[in-house]
């Protein structure tokens, strides 16, 4: 192993760790920075500028420490949040909501992943979702994005997905590429960087590639705005507070102006931040995060300025199922009002 390898690794080992204790313990707000804060995230894009914050330690003005630890499913993701193992997580705006109606104490900071969603397939004629009817897809999280947003969409134009289609359910979107890579399924419901992470690992990127093995299908975030005649942008994902930092506006400010600032760093340095994020997913490499980023719509939007977006999203949730959001609207307190 490679001193940088050992280096990496005591990293996730210090991350990992933190995760396990309280993110915050009684006391520490008297002093003038908090001792730890604690960022979590998926293995998808809208991690890479929390994985930067605390490389950088863009946060020193308001934490001694920050880390970042993953989070690798939703499920793991509910029992962070309910046992307040971090204090800033990026997760589905759906969980959002539906933690906050169920009492967890949330605050969604912002909308930072406007749609990063593709049917990767092997047959290159397939471009819209009703192209896939009476298929198998590998589809990853069931009852949660991006397994939402097939249900939704499909529905929309009249398809039962999960009658007209075959829905192939697996635990995470990785493992979804897998079977895709492997040759187990023929087509996969994928996330950036997933997405680009397949076509590198078939050869089948760059596009000037001749014959590649896998295509970018259905693109949701289309679907989405011929569907319902709006704009190709999703309210996938975006960052939130939970716990006691919410008491703490001049922290909640902070991590949102660091948070945008990351952005914008990812964005201007694509390998790099590649290089970064590849540190805690194992399965990704620097260049399919680099080339995933122009694909992810990665933008910070604060839930002020994308509040319309969010509660027409919603509506459309609730419409499809009223348990995606724990039984009813969000008031204004999921948003900080």
């Keep these: 192993m490679s001193a940088m390898d050992r280096m990496n690794r005591r990293q996730w080992l210090q991350t990992g760790a933190a995760a396990l204790a309280p993110a ?12 730890q804060l604690t960022l979590s995230g998926p293995p998808a894009i809208v991690s890479a500028p929390l994985i930067h914050m605390a490389q950088s ?16 499913d939703p499920d793991q993701l509910r029992v962070m949040a309910i046992g307040k193992k971090a204090d800033i997580l990026a997760m589905p705006s759906n969980v959002a909501a539906n933690l906050y109606n169920r009492g967890a104490g949330v605050q969604l900071l912002n909308i930072s992943t406007w749609g990063a969603l593709w049917i990767v397939t092997r047959d290159e004629q397939r471009k819209a979702l009703a192209d896939f009817k009476g298929e198998e897809i590998a589809v990853p999280y069931r009852g949660d994005m991006p397994d939402i947003m097939l249900q939704l969409l499909t529905a929309k134009q009249g398809i039962n997905a999960q009658r007209d289609m075959q829905l192939r359910y697996v635990p995470s979107p990785m493992e979804a590429m897998q079977l895709l890579i492997t040759r187990r399924v023929r087509h996969a419901l994928l996330v950036e960087p997933g997405v680009s992470m397949a076509l590198h690992k078939t050869q089948s990127f760059p596009v000037s590639v001749v014959a590649p093995e896998l295509h970018r299908g259905a693109d ?19 960052i939130a507070a939970v716990g006691a930092v919410r008491q703490h506006p001049e922290v909640l400010a902070a991590v949102q102006k660091a948070y945008a600032a990351s952005v914008a760093w990812c964005r201007a340095n694509p390998l790099e931040c590649g290089k970064l994020v590849a540190q805690y997913v194992d399965l990704l490499t620097p260049e399919a995060v680099a080339d995933a980023l122009p694909h992810s719509q990665l933008e910070a939007v604060p839930v002020a300025a994308a509040r319309a977006d969010i509660d027409f999203f919603y509506q459309q949730l609730f419409a499809q199922n009223p348990s995606l ?8 307190g999921l948003f900080g009002g």
Excluded: H, M, S
């Design 57 to 72: 330690n863009a946060l020193a003005g308001v934490a001694a420490k920050t880390v970042f630890t993953p989070w690798r």
């Design 24 to 35: 915050v313990w009684p006391g520490a707000w008297a002093a003038d920075t908090l001792p």
């Design 325 to 332: 959001l724990g039984g009813k609207l969000p008031d204004a």
């Design 220 to 238: 949701l975030q289309q679907e989405w705005g011929r569907l319902f005649n709006r704009p190709p942008r999703i309210p996938q994902a975006g």
